[in-house]
């Protein structure tokens, strides 16, 4: 039997030597949808503490806490973005309109067709008034349409979540908003999983290169399926309200479009400011506006149909 010569031999041994190495040197990263459904988890769990367990007033510095974080990322995607704001101004505004609203409806005794417009009126006239000192800002009309958007975006849509809560008793207000986000992010998950295992075709490349028309159908198959699984299950109730079949399909498929309009608008605004995500301290998702985004359209189309469609149960 033919020997091996030697120097092989120890050049074979001294490359295995060198590609083994202690087990603690490796780092175990953990996969994105595991961090992503450890989030949420977590953040379902947190939602169902607010809207079952804290009383009404409780329920206001935890939604003013996540509007003045959805109004910092918005604020902060702007410079990156060229676009000049108030950023200071904008937050304080937009927590103030949502504090009127708040009460606006958990408060009978106020006058309700007039605080809204009110406090808009004060918002336009703050932003205004701040403008005049800035002799040197060459672009007045972009600060103050940045400052104003700042609050429309994340403030303003954010409102709808009261009205949604206090519109026809807390009671069932928070089973509506339960139903809203299981619609919504159902059809999120629907459109990731599908998307990623049969996407093909490219929705709006130009805003948002993964997002394809398979995941899209994908998306509102899942919503749909929620919908109607919602009704079947809770016997043609969502909260306070009744809803038959049609309605269950009407709300599923309009939900998961405005969900998908929703995200495709914040992807406008990151892809402007050249960033991934609008903030990181969310583990797999980011920051609050990429947990809200697909929320932000869905809830005052759900509370326009409400009002339209719906009847409040006998």
């Known amino acids: 039997m033919a020997r091996l010569p030697r120097a092989r031999v120890r050049r074979r041994a001294r490359r295995l030597r060198q590609t083994s190495s202690p087990f603690w040197r490796h780092q175990v990263k953990v996969p994105a949808l595991i961090q992503r ?7 379902i769990a947190a939602l169902l503490g607010v809207l079952f367990w804290l009383p009404p007033i409780g329920m206001l510095p935890i939604l003013l806490a996540v509007a003045a974080l959805a109004s910092f990322e918005f604020f902060k995607l702007l410079p990156a973005a060229n676009i000049p704001r108030y950023p200071w101004i904008g937050t304080l505004c937009g927590l103030l309109f949502l504090v009127g609203v708040w009460f606006e409806y958990t408060r009978p005794d106020m006058v309700r067709p007039v605080i809204e417009p009110a406090l808009l009126f ?5 932003i205004l008034i701040r ?3 800035q002799k040197e800002n060459p672009r007045p009309l972009e600060t103050m349409a940045g400052t104003i958007m700042g609050v429309l975006y994340a403030p303003f849509l954010l409102s709808f979540f009261p009205r949604l809560m206090f519109q026809w008793g807390s009671a069932g207000g928070g089973w509506l908003i339960l139903y809203l986000v299981f619609v919504v992010k159902m059809s999120d998950v629907g459109a990731y999983f599908v998307g990623c295992s049969l996407g093909r075709h490219k929705l709006c490349p130009r805003i ?3 997002k394809t028309w398979e995941g899209f159908f994908g998306g509102l198959v899942f919503a749909l399926t929620t919908s109607v ?7 043609g109730h969502v909260g306070a309200l009744a809803i038959t079949l049609p309605h269950a399909l009407a709300l ?4 998961a479009l405005m969900g998908v309009l929703g995200d495709l608008a914040e992807s406008i605004l990151k892809r402007a400011a ?10 797999g998702m980011g920051g609050i506006l990429d947990v809200l985004d697909s ?3 869905a809830a005052p189309t759900l509370y326009v149909y409400a009002l339209l469609f719906l009847k409040p149960t006998s």
């Open 131 to 133: 403008q005049f000192p």
């Open 274 to 283: 050249n960033v991934k995500d609008s903030a990181s301290y969310i583990q």
């Open 122 to 126: 004060a918002l336009v006239t703050t």
């Open 252 to 255: 599923g498929l309009l939900l």
């Open 208 to 210: 948002s290169p993964k």
């Open 229 to 235: 699984f919602w009704w079947k299950l809770a016997h």
């Open 295 to 297: 929320l932000l359209l």
């Open 37 to 43: 459904t450890v989030s949420g988890v977590l953040i």
